[in-house]
């Protein structure tokens, strides 16, 4: 089965930056989605970032022009690049993937980001 593993969390002062990892082990998968999700305070599971299989991305307006999602096919693992840290984007970050061929959803044991002001 799929497993996924984050990591790169942590404590960071507003205006800085964190990038978040997730590997997955057990896919093969050619056509899939990968996307990051957060989880505040008090809040429900939000959507953060998609990239498709074929490259297509998708953010949030809220981290629009802060955040950049990524994939490195050879190493199985998704990133997300997080600049310009705001306490709002404090929250429980979760990375998932998503096989089309099936249409499971696969979800990372989340990496706590706290942005401090």
């Known amino acids: 089965q799929v497993q996924l593993v984050e990591s790169g969390g942590g404590l960071v002062q507003a205006g800085g930056s964190l990038r978040l990892s997730c590997a997955a082990s057990?896919?093969?998968?050619?056509?899939?989605?990968w996307a990051w999700y957060r989880q505040g305070p008090g809040n429900q599971r939000q959507l953060v970032a998609t990239?498709?299989?074929?490259?297509?991305?998708n953010y949030a307006d809220s981290v629009k022009s802060r955040f950049t999602i990524s994939r490195d096919n050879a190493k199985s693992t998704v990133y997300l690049q997080m600049n310009s840290l705001k306490p709002e984007d404090t929250g429980v970050y979760y990375c998932?993937?998503?096989?089309?061929?099936?249409?499971?959803?696969?979800w990372g044991q989340g990496t706590q980001v706290t942005v401090s002001s």
């Open positions: 057990g896919s093969d998968a050619s056509f899939n989605t």
């Open positions: 990239i498709t299989s074929g490259g297509t991305t």
């Open positions: 998932n993937f998503k096989p089309w061929h099936n249409g499971r959803n696969y």
